[in-house]
């Protein structure tokens, strides 16, 4: 069994090129062609553990192997398996590991080639999968200082924020550096135009007058997979349709709540940007969200009981297959 205290990351079974094999067996060429030029796709990926039912259960698991296969579309590459099949990987990978804890799953797709020369087509790709137990992303109580950041997100026509490409996320590091080095827990960063688009890793939601607003897809945004979780909670639990369109850097200043949204940080309150307090300090649309999202990652909520995929059996209703 595992668990987060005795992980061993070397001991770890990861999937690679077809096969499950230990983490330290496995070969990576110093001339891969992804290493030089960031030529490949990434999802991450939570699992919960959910107590109550001794289980493992994936989040929105074929969602994310779903932008997986676009991200791969964009560099002309292509999963050597189906969404069935990944799925069917993934919980055999877990099962593998006796994960008993929540974890963060990491499937990639990449150029192999050991050679020079960039370009995108004629290229062998590899897949692979790895699995860490999940720690905190950002500890940071009473809500994120954040800071607009002098780095502005990719713009489409120099690169596609849309897709989970290794070398975009050297926009990212940059703007996630300079704000820890200039004191803030986090990004804002802003498109080519001035609007604001999302953090390094997160996407953002504004709650002003009782209504909520989030950048567009066309604000060179990561569509991202916990912000259509947490519009579709907005609707239907809070009545609250969520208005898509570009926002000012200065509606921030004046919002009542701001948050952000990512599978690895969840839903966390942004209590400053640019050292101006938001709102009044209190936080109601973000406290029940943050709550409603708990409750349906974890499987309190039958409704949302479809965004999870068991490891250890068929569904929720049915039995166990861990051995006691
Ligand atoms: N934007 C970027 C740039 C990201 O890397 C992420 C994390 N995947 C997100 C937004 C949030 O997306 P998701 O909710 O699918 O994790």
């Known amino acids: 069994m595992s668990d987060h205290a005795t992980f061993s990351l070397a001991d770890s079974i990861v999937y690679d090129d077809g096969v499950f094999r230990p983490y330290h067996d496995v070969?990576?060429?110093?001339?891969?062609?992804?290493?030089?030029?960031?030529?490949?796709?990434?999802?991450?990926?939570?699992?919960y553990w959910l107590p109550e039912?001794?289980?493992?259960?994936?989040?929105?698991?074929?969602?994310?192997?779903?932008?997986?296969?676009?991200?791969?579309r964009m560099l002309f590459m292509k999963l050597p398996h189906t969404v069935d099949e990944l799925v069917e990987i993934t919980k055999e990978l877990c099962r593998r590991n006796k994960f008993?804890?929540?974890?963060?799953?990491?499937?990639?797709?990449f150029k192999s080639l050991e050679a020079i020369g960039v370009r995108l087509h004629d290229i062998p790709e590899r897949f692979a999968l790895v699995a860490v137990p999940f720690a905190?992303?950002?500890?940071?109580?009473?809500?994120?200082?954040?800071g607009t950041s002098g780095w502005r997100?990719?713009?489409?026509?120099?690169?596609?924020?849309?897709?989970?490409?290794?070398?975009?996320?050297?926009?990212?590091?940059?703007?996630?550096?300079?704000?820890i080095l200039a004191g803030f827990d986090e990004a804002i960063m802003l498109s080519h135009d001035g609007h604001v688009a999302e953090g390094s890793a997160e996407n953002l939601f504004v709650v002003?007058?009782?209504?909520?607003?989030?950048?567009?897809?066309?604000?060179?945004?990561?569509?991202?997979?916990?912000r259509q979780s947490i519009m579709t909670l907005l609707t239907n639990e809070l009545g609250i349709e969520v208005v898509e369109r570009a926002v000012d850097r200065t509606e921030l200043f004046h919002a009542d709540e701001l948050f952000f949204t990512g599978t690895a940080i969840g839903i966390e309150p942004i209590a400053e940007v640019d050292h101006r307090r938001i709102g009044n300090g209190t936080t109601p649309i973000t406290t029940r969200l943050i709550s409603l999202y708990h409750d349906a990652v974890?499987?309190?909520?039958?409704?949302?009981?479809?965004?999870?995929?068991?490891?250890?059996?068929e569904n929720l209703k049915t039995p166990s297959s861990i051995e006691p």
């Open 298 to 313: 974890h499987g309190k909520l039958p409704t949302y009981q479809s965004w999870l995929t068991p490891v250890y059996r």
């Open 53 to 72: 039912y001794d289980e493992l259960a994936l989040l929105h698991l074929r969602e994310h192997y779903q932008r997986l296969a676009a991200s791969a």
């Open 136 to 146: 905190r992303y950002i500890d940071a109580e009473g809500g994120l200082r954040v």
């Open 208 to 226: 002003k007058n009782g209504r909520v607003i989030t950048p567009d897809p066309s604000q060179n945004i990561l569509e991202g997979i916990t």
């Open 100 to 109: 008993r804890h929540g974890i963060y799953l990491r499937p990639f797709l």
């Open 27 to 47: 070969r990576l060429g110093l001339l891969t062609h992804a290493l030089h030029y960031g030529t490949g796709c990434f999802e991450g990926i939570r699992g």
């Open 153 to 179: 997100r990719v713009e489409d026509t120099m690169m596609p924020a849309r897709a989970k490409i290794t070398g975009v996320y050297v926009n990212s590091a940059l703007a996630k550096s300079e704000a």
